[in-house]
């Protein structure tokens, strides 16, 4: 049973454009929302975290935002470009041994 | 490049088979953890050691097990393989000081169950 669900499963985004990806969570004593990025035969690599004391996380492009009260954490990429062609993935931790569970997974598509 | 080292990058065997794959985890990262991704089952957590100890488990396998090495090492077993096995096995390590942090991930070993 997946403990943390994302949303949508592929996304085509234009250039420039916005990409918006959803996750949501049941276990309240999560305290760590990773996104990792994976693009075609390597691992996946930690994009941007938040912790649940802070409702937004801005690292260039990419933005976390999060909303405890919902369970639900968004990625937001702004002015999408090609090279942010890959699979992400959100995953959420409830203790200190690191161990992430994580969403199904996200394929985005940035088209030129 | 994640530090992390993973063999063999590519694998096929034959159902009924035992498979190891290897993991090397970053310099002075004590923890290591294994996952399983596949296109149904997105990346699913197996097992986690931290500095030889078992640490955390999740949905492994009876058929699978995994020990870590003094030299912190880690090897994944896969035994009486069935063609569902066929996934990417990946490797992770973290240096688990304090609170949860960054998984630094290898480039996977794919294996192939024919």
């Known amino acids: 049973q997946q403990q943390v669900k994302q949303s949508p499963q592929s996304l085509i985004v234009q250039k420039g454009g916005i990409s918006i990806i959803n996750c949501a969570y049941e276990?309240?004593?999560?305290?760590?929302f990773p996104w990792y990025q994976q693009f075609p035969g390597k691992g996946p690599a930690l994009l941007i975290a938040?912790?649940?004391?802070?409702s937004e996380k801005k690292e260039g492009r990419f933005t976390i935002s999060f909303n405890k009260s919902a369970k639900q954490f968004s990625l937001h990429i702004m002015d999408s470009q090609p090279g942010d062609s890959a699979t992400y993935f959100c995953?959420?931790?409830?203790?200190?041994?690191?161990?992430?569970?994580f969403g199904a997974g996200t394929q985005v598509v940035v088209t030129p | 490049d994640s530090g992390v080292t993973q063999t063999p990058k590519h694998l096929i065997t034959a159902t009924g088979q035992r498979v190891t794959l290897r993991c090397s985890p970053r310099?002075?990262?004590?923890?290591v953890y294994w996952y399983q991704q596949s296109l149904d089952q997105g990346l699913q957590f197996l097992i986690q050691?931290?500095?030889?100890?078992?640490?955390a488990k999740g949905n492994i396998l009876e058929r699978f097990s995994a020990q870590q090495f003094p030299d912190l090492h880690s090897e994944l077993n896969l035994s009486s393989l069935e063609l569902g096995d066929s996934a990417l096995y990946f490797c992770?390590?973290?240096?688990?000081?304090?609170?949860?942090?960054?998984?630094?991930f290898g480039e996977g070993s794919r294996l192939t169950v024919l």
């Open positions: 310099s002075g990262d004590l923890s």
């Open positions: 992770a390590s973290s240096p688990l000081r304090g609170r949860t942090g960054e998984l630094f």
């Open positions: 938040i912790r649940p004391d802070v």
């Open positions: 276990n309240t004593a999560f305290d760590y």
């Open positions: 995953a959420a931790s409830q203790d200190s041994w690191g161990k992430l569970q």
């Open positions: 050691y931290y500095n030889g100890e078992e640490r």
